[in-house]
């Protein structure tokens, strides 16, 4: 059997949109045999703006309706944008 799970760093990736890679692992006899990970890097700014734009979005939303943790995860979200955005080199390059 194949498992796959999107990743941001080391953290499994809140929905596909945000994954830096995806992690493909073969599990065998209830053990994982292999693992391959495939980076997913969108060669276009605008992605990763509409990215950062949907989470600043729904932090304020967050915000206005004092649901404070949903606000922190948005803020660790965007964080987690921006440092992988950083890491690929993507954000030099465009």
């Known amino acids: ?10 953290s499994v990736a809140p929905c596909l949109e945000y994954s830096a890679t995806i ?5 065998e006899d209830g053990r994982i045999v292999d693992q391959i990970d495939y980076p997913i890097r969108s060669r276009e ?3 990763r703006i509409r ?3 949907g989470a600043f979005d729904r932090a304020v939303q967050a915000q ?3 649901d404070w943790a949903r606000y922190g995860e948005e ?3 965007l ?4 440092t992988e955005w950083e890491q690929s ?5 465009e």
Request: aromatic letters at 2%; proline letters at 3%; hydrophobic letters at 50%.
């Open 64 to 66: 206005r309706q004092g």
């Open 75 to 77: 803020l660790k979200t």
């Open 89 to 93: 080199g993507s954000a030099a390059n």
């Open 51 to 53: 990215l950062l734009r």
């Open 45 to 47: 700014s605008m992605d």
């Open 23 to 27: 992690a493909i692992f073969t599990i």
């Open 79 to 82: 964080e987690a944008i921006l």
């Open 1 to 10: 059997m194949k498992v796959a799970i999107p990743r941001m760093g080391e």
